[in-house]
Structures are given as C-alpha cells and as structure tokens.
C-alpha cells in the first residue's frame, strides 16, 4: 500500500470549512484514497473515499488532485463535534489486503 | 445487527499472564483485522486475515498470535503478556471493495 503524510494537527473555526490535506505520491493506478476519523477513543469511523473523481456525501467532500498524488478531505460547515483525528489511507479495493494507518491529523475545532 | 463485537472491553493482566481478546463480526465480511494504538499514536496493524483460513503478519506481530475460527471470528491471543502491551486493541472487518468497519475496542492493561 502507498505511504501517506499528513500534518499532525489542524485548527478550524467552528462554522468554517475545515481542509484537510494528505500525500499520497506513490500511490498506484488501482488504490484508492479512504478517509475515517476517530472520535475520542472510539472505534474509527469511515467517511468516504475515492479513486480520482471528485465525491461527495452527506458528511464530506473529497477533492483528489488530477495526477492522484495528493487529496484534500473537506468539512464544509465544521462542528464542535468533528474534533477527532483523521486518517488519509491508500489501497486497493480487494479485501486480501494488508490496511496501514499513519498517526492521522488531529483536527481541532474551536467555539 | 451488531457489526464488530469485541470482548472483554477493559482487562487487566500481570506480566507474564496470558488472554485471549475475542471479536466477531456479523456482516459475512472476508477480511479481518487487528489494530493496536498507544497514548498519541495511530493505528498500528498486528496481524489481519484476507479470508477464512489465512492470517498473515501486520507491522508490529511480535508477542501476538491470532486464530481466525470462522468467517465470523478472528481472535488474538498474548501468550506471555508484557507491560509494553497495555494499549486499546481494536478488531476491523471489511467485505471486497468497500470500508472498514471497526469494533469499539479492548482496553488492556499489563501491570
């Protein structure tokens, strides 16, 4: 699976759009680019994810650059509830795969 | 439908005890996985199972075996336990082409 970086914390205003990058340049044809967040300590949870259109559901948006080596994941209208940390992950979509995390961006969002 | 079901959700253990952490899943799901996470940390992969009958080792197997029953259960056991253990173990399970789904955690403590 392709490595991925990203910035070990964020702070956004409750209201604003929160943009949460990741790098991912080594990242093969046929991986796509998964994105959960960890609330406290509970279990992580799946956001959305992508294979290099643009998506969007009802909880974020995803924007993956054209040459796929990097993506940005997009709260539109933040929360105090979406303080958790993020995780960015490339992979395949087979399940035989083995799933790395990286440490994430822990994303802070202030009154 | 109870999705990922980890059990004990908080132990205790002396050095040198052994246990074994359970987690089943009921969503017919092929791939599991086991995930530690420390203190500030993200998630580390211990070992994972693509399918009924295989296992194969993540980043940090050392000290760590697994069993995978069934399609449904994927157990990890710590033979002699040290004190370098003590962290939140969580289980995942995902079906081809789709996001992890993960288990609320087993909160262990190695005194």
């Known amino acids: 699976d392709a490595k991925t970086t990203q910035p070990p914390s964020m702070d956004c205003a409750e209201g604003r759009a929160a943009n949460l990058p990741c790098n991912h340049s080594?990242?093969?044809?046929?991986?796509?680019v998964y994105w959960y967040r960890q609330i406290h300590s509970q279990g992580p949870q799946y956001i959305i994810h992508g294979l290099k259109n643009n998506e969007t559901n009802e909880m974020a948006s995803l924007i993956i650059t054209e040459d796929r080596k990097s993506s940005t994941l997009i709260l539109p209208h933040a929360t105090l509830r979406d303080t958790a940390v993020y995780y960015c992950?490339?992979?395949?979509?087979?399940?035989?795969?083995?799933?790395?995390f990286g440490k994430g961006t822990s994303l802070l969002v202030t009154p | 439908n109870a999705g990922v079901t980890q059990t004990p959700k908080f132990q205790v253990l002396k050095t040198g005890q052994s246990m074994t952490l359970q987690c089943a899943q009921d969503m017919n799901h092929n791939s599991m996985y086991w995930y530690r996470q420390d203190p500030g940390m993200g998630l580390r992969l211990i070992y994972y199972s693509a399918s009924e009958g295989t296992t194969d080792k993540g980043e940090v197997p050392n000290g760590y075996n697994v069993s995978r029953l069934n399609k449904r259960e994927f157990s990890l056991r710590l033979e002699s336990a040290a004190p370098s253990q003590t962290s939140v173990y969580f289980c995942a399970s995902r079906p081809w082409g789709s996001p992890l789904h993960f288990g609320n955690g087993t909160r262990l403590t190695v005194t």
């Open positions: 080594t990242i093969s044809g046929n991986e796509y």
């Open positions: 992950i490339v992979h395949f979509t087979n399940s035989g795969y083995a799933l790395n």
